[in-house]
């Protein structure tokens, strides 16, 4: 009886201190995924040319949930999703929600979409590309409600998940992305393989790797600066994201694979149209990250530091009276969405309409530094923000709010679709004024900075 009592007590003091001691040492993650493919019949969007609803599935779409805690406690959940754009309101509801539910602070939810373009149409978002018919619009907004639910279950599940884990990350590269302003698609594969394509181009494939404690990958997230638009299929489909996703999962049974796109705005996939060019790409980038795998990759060691700003940028100039007209009486279905969209924003925030509230959200998991960048941001930002912060920073763009192209001074200088006309699939009233890039810049310089120093606290 005595000597049972002195084993009990043991036996709870040192569950009493194995507890802080291991939870001090260790990080964790859990992941979670819902399915959030619509029926058929909803509208898609992407694409100019999506006159009519989709008709069927080749691929379902996922959102997926990667939650982090650090050793001292703080989590943050990072969500992707196969989807074209979302708008910010869409973002800030999930934020919001995971804040109620479980205390994040804004900085600790990021959101990526992987911009496939044979996803539903999102309210919200890409509002110059087409005005739905009624039945369209009630459908995708009762899909943006149900969105919102399932990407907090998403978190929330993968929040509940959190076991402790080893995190590393490392990177390859892939070539099937090319510089879409600077060489004409029909001529990328002779130019490719004469070594002549033109043009900045970011070819890394960063991977990081959550394995449990016996080993196993649990989770693996993989990025690319490519858009992700390979197919023009009026079936749902994840694209060559959606399919390197499904490629790695069927490689590592057992793992949930994530994918977060990067600053690939101005960068295509060549050639394309085909299923046989997703899946080959789909390959492509599972075989890269396979490399990544198969080398010595970094630990992540240290601590969680999460920050978000918004950045007060601003569109060049008001729309002329005749522009509106003159698109309003167009027969292009783009060219009345631009102006209903443009002229609705001029009656309810009159002059305020050349403000945007631009998201720029960075993390520091130990050593590595990821910013989230919104928009469809082109690759002059990730060559320059890693030339000037380290190789250790990933950049992604077409997070928390893809409201535009988000063109380098370089792009916006050039103009053409990246730099200036894009504004009419976005419902914007001009491109954006010049010092674009200084003020992103500065905003992720300073980001970075704050959660460098708190990840080595
Ligand atoms: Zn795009």
Redesign the pocket.
Known sequence: MKLASVGLLFALALVTFALPASAAATWQAGSAREKITPAAGHWMTGYGNRDRPADGTLMELWVKALAFADPSGQRAVLLTLDLCGIPREISDHVAAELGRSHQLPRSAVMVNVS?THCSPFIIGYARGLRILPEDGAAKAAAYATELKVRMVRAAQAALAALAPATISWGEDQATFGFNRRENPEKDVPALRAAGQLKGPFDPRVPVLAVKSATGELRALLVSYAC?N?TLGIFQWHGDYAGAAQLELEKRHPGATVLFAIGCG?DINPAPRREIAHVDQYGRDLADAADRALAKKLTRVEGKLGSAFTDVALRFERLPTEQEIREARASKQPGQNAWAEAVASDLRTKGDKILDYSYPVQAWTLGNLTWTALGG?VVVDYSLRLRKELGANLWVFGYSTDVMAYIPSERVLAEGRYEGDTSKIPYGRPSKWATGIEEKIVTATHDLVARTRAAARK
């Open positions: 911009h858009h638009t705005a469809e």
